[in-house]
T-cell receptor
């Protein structure tokens, strides 16, 4: 149980384009999902907290107009990186919190390369 | 700033030995604690959660919590080469569902 999928697993895009990443909880409902970014050899950095049916809460320093998050259902959250630049190249990972608990289960991640 | 501190390692142990991973946290109001394992190039995988002082065992893994000392540890018994990974300590922020992660300890189990 507690399986989270993420799509795509890897994406290469040109500078200035937008990329959408999907995060799905497959066998449970996730009221809260989280988006993280991880640069090589660094720890996870929380970007935003996404609650179903409401606006995402962004961490300090994360541009909400650049990283658009939508949590339209209890099993799906999306992150859109708008006008991507090479410095946005990173490993983006979502996680989902199980209902009635605090554990977060992570998706497999999306490796974004902006050329 | 709420901090979670871990020794970055690398921690090298021989196969079959006990690996001991440590974590300290600064927010005395923290109530929930987690250990994740992350293989290189992969996303984190939840290993253990612990909420009360004392020990919690799951197979070869034992999590230990001491809230008075603000200290969490993970013991891995009979370490295997497949345990070689980075272990992340995570602490739930009081009043929210968000986790604060340490930078991780890299464990290397030598055959």
């Amino acid at each position: 149980g507690a399986v989270v999928s993420q799509h795509p697993s890897r994406v290469i895009c040109k500078s200035g384009t937008s990329v959408k990443i999907e995060c799905r909880s497959l066998d449970f409902q996730a009221t809260t999902m989280f988006w993280y970014r991880q640069f090589p050899k660094q720890s996870l950095m929380l970007m935003a907290t996404s609650n179903e049916g409401s606006k995402a809460t962004y961490e300090q320093g994360v541009e909400k107009d650049k990283f658009l998050i939508n949590h339209a259902s209890l099993t799906l959250s999306t992150l859109t990186v708008t006008s991507a630049h090479p410095e946005d190249s990173s490993f983006y990972i979502c996680s989902a919190r199980v209902e009635l608990g605090y554990e977060q289960y992570f998706g497999p991640g999306t490796r974004l390369t902006v050329t | 700033q709420k901090e979670v501190e871990q020794n970055s390692g690398p921690l090298s142990v021989p196969e079959g030995a006990i690996a001991s991973l440590n974590c300290t946290y600064s927010d005395r109001g923290s109530q929930s604690f987690f250990w994740y394992r992350q293989y290189s190039g992969k996303s984190p995988e939840l290993i253990m959660s612990i909420y009360s002082n004392g020990d919690k065992e799951d197979g070869r893994f034992t999590a230990q919590l001491n809230k008075a000392s603000q200290y969490v540890s993970l013991l891995i018994r009979d370490s295997q080469p497949s345990d070689s990974a980075t272990y992340l300590c995570a602490v739930k922020r009081a009043g929210s569902y968000q986790l604060t992660f340490g930078k991780g300890t890299k464990l290397s189990v030598i055959p």
